[in-house]
């Protein structure tokens, strides 16, 4: 796949390193390094929007022409001070960036682990492999990114449509908050499938 990466941090280089061993022709832009304009061209299969929350919906609009047709993979995390929700009470920031890209198909994904995690080869953890929850509206769209999240490693979720992206950015939100800040074990919170049900 041909895959473009606006953003030049942590996340872009985690995630487009892992991609580039798996075979996939990646390439990377930022306003400071490399041309932002180039690699949304470049991804004809894919875009990873790798940028600031508060930059990416600014940098989608302005290339909404280019972006037509592509398939918009969000990470971003609109957490705030005291690791509050920016978007509280919504639009998603998923949903943000679907307005000013209109013609794109904007999946949610990639968001709720640190860069450190996408370096593992493979994050696995006890022996089950990471999870991946994708939220979007187009089927073909989801089985590009299901294919990038297999090429990690990693198991893709069906987690909705893009309407419940906002329940993957609170979800962020509070993961951070417990890890970050409480210094937590996150994923205790959570009991094995076989007791979730009741």
């Not at 996939?24 to 929350?53: F, K, M, N, Q, T």
């Not at 009470?89 to 949903?95: D, H, M």
Request: aromatic content about 4%.
């Amino acid at each position: 796949m041909r895959i473009g990466i606006l953003g030049t941090g942590g996340m872009a280089d985690a995630l487009g390193t892992r991609w580039k061993r798996a075979g996939h022709d990646v390439l990377a832009g930022s306003r400071s390094r490399g041309d932002v304009r180039a690699a949304a061209e470049h991804g004809s299969d894919a875009v990873l929007l790798a940028l600031p929350y508060p930059a990416v919906v600014e940098v989608v609009a302005a290339r909404a022409d280019v972006l037509r047709g592509r398939v918009l993979i969000d990470c971003t995390n609109p957490v705030g001070p005291d690791f509050g929700l920016r978007t509280a009470g919504g639009p998603a920031a998923a949903e943000r960036i679907a307005a000013a890209a209109p013609d794109a198909h904007v999946v949610k994904a990639f968001n709720l682990c640190h860069e450190s995690v996408w370096r593992l080869t493979p994050p696995v953890f006890a022996g089950r492999p990471l999870a991946v929850p994708l939220c979007g509206d187009d089927e073909d769209a989801l089985a590009v990114v299901r294919r990038l999240v297999h090429d990690l490693g990693c198991a893709p979720l069906h987690a909705g449509g893009l309407d419940r992206a906002g329940l993957l950015e609170a979800t962020a939100a509070l993961l951070i908050r417990l890890w970050v800040g409480e210094g937590a074990d996150a994923q205790a919170i959570a009991p094995p499938l076989e007791f979730a049900g009741g």
